[in-house]
C-alpha cells in the first residue's frame, strides 16, 4: 500500500469510489472504498468534536470482496484488519488479510499481509497442494468476514465455507463449514461466531472455536443475493436486503 500524510483536512485530496465499509473504535474512523482507497480519521474529543482526516492509502492488488474491522489491542495501539479477495495465477482467486498497527497519533508503525496461498515457489508431491482445507483457490470469491481471530471465506455459488485463524505471520486452516443446501449469499462473523444466510433464506449459526453449527431458521421471503447484509449479537439477527429487512428475535 501507498501511504500518504495529510494534515487538518476533512476530505480525501483524491476523487474516490464509494465507501463499501467503515469501522470506528475509540478516536479512529475508518473507512474502505469500493477501489481499495484507505482512509484514517482521527476524531478528537471535547465540545468541539472534529474530524481530520491524517492518512489515506491505496492498493491496486486487492479485490472485492471485502471486509473491515478495528481493535484496540493495548491503551496505546490500534489494529486495523482488511481482508479482501487477491488473484491466483492462471484464473482463481484465493483470500488475504492485511494488518495495520497505529498508534495513539494514527501513525502506522507495523503493516503485515498474510495469505492464504503464499507467494513464490512451492515443492509438487503427489498430494495436491491446492486441495480444499489446505489454502484452496476458487473460481470466485463470494463472501469475506474476520474478528480479528478468524477469517471465512465463502467460494461465489457455493453451499460451505473455509474456517481460518489468523496467526502472528500466517493464516492456518481450521475446517470446512457445512449446513446451508443452497450457495451462501452472505456472512457476518464475531466473537468466535459465524452467522450465514443462503439464498434459499436458510440462517445458519456456526461456533467457531468448538465447531458447531445449527440451523435457527428459513426467512419469510427469499433473498436474491445482491447486497444482503447480516448484522447480530447475543438478543437478534437482522437480515437486511434491499427490498426488505427481518429481525429474528431470541429473547
Same mark, same amino acid.
Given at each position: ?19 463499501v ?8 474512523l ?9 482512509d484514517?480519521?482521527h ?9 481530520? /482526516?491524517? =492518512?489515506?492509502?491505496?492498493? $491496486?492488488? &486487492? @479485490?472485492?470482496p471485502?471486509?473491515?474491522?478495528? *481493535?484496540? %489491542?493495548?491503551s496505546t ?41 503464499q507467494?513464490?515457489?512451492?515443492t ?5 497442494y ?10 470466485a ?14 467460494p ?6 473455509? /474456517?481460518? =485463524?489468523l496467526?502472528?505471520? $500466517?493464516? &492456518? @486452516? ?6 446451508? *443446501?443452497? %450457495? ?19 440462517i ?48
Amino acid at each position: 500500500m501507498k501511504s500518504s500524510h495529510e494534515d487538518q483536512v476533512i476530505s480525501p485530496r483524491l476523487p474516490r469510489s464509494p465507501i463499501v465499509h467503515s469501522a470506528y473504535h475509540s478516536s479512529f474512523l475508518i473507512a474502505l472504498s469500493e477501489t481499495f482507497q484507505l482512509d484514517i480519521y482521527h476524531c478528537s474529543g471535547g465540545k468541539s468534536s472534529q474530524l481530520m /482526516l491524517i =492518512r489515506s492509502m491505496s492498493s $491496486f492488488t &486487492s @479485490f472485492q470482496p471485502s471486509s473491515l474491522t478495528i *481493535s484496540r %489491542p493495548s491503551s496505546t495501539s490500534h489494529k486495523v484488519l482488511l481482508s479482501y479477495a487477491v488473484p491466483v495465477y492462471p484464473s482463481h482467486w484465493s483470500a488475504a488479510a492485511t494488518q495495520l498497527q497505529l498508534d495513539d497519533t494514527g501513525d502506522i508503525y507495523d503493516t503485515r499481509t498474510l495469505r492464504i496461498l503464499q507467494q513464490g515457489w512451492e515443492t509438487q508431491t503427489d498430494e495436491d497442494y491446492s486441495d480444499r482445507g489446505k489454502g484452496s483457490k476458487m473460481p470466485a470469491v463470494g463472501s469475506i468476514q474476520t474478528d480479528g481471530r478468524f477469517l471465512v471465506v465463502a467460494p461465489r455459488n457455493e453451499n460451505y465455507m473455509e /474456517l481460518y =485463524r489468523l496467526r502472528t505471520n $500466517f493464516l &492456518s @486452516f481450521v475446517r470446512v463449514l457445512f449446513g446451508p *443446501s443452497s %450457495p451462501i449469499c452472505a456472512i457476518a462473523v464475531a466473537d468466535a461466531r459465524a452467522v450465514t444466510v443462503s439464498l434459499d433464506g436458510n440462517i445458519w449459526i456456526h461456533e467457531l472455536e468448538r465447531g458447531w453449527s445449527i440451523e435457527v431458521r428459513k426467512l419469510a421471503t427469499q433473498v436474491s443475493g445482491n447486497d444482503t447484509c447480516i448484522y447480530f449479537d447475543d438478543r437478534r439477527i437482522v437480515v437486511s436486503t434491499p427490498s426488505f429487512i427481518e429481525t429474528i428475535s431470541f429473547e
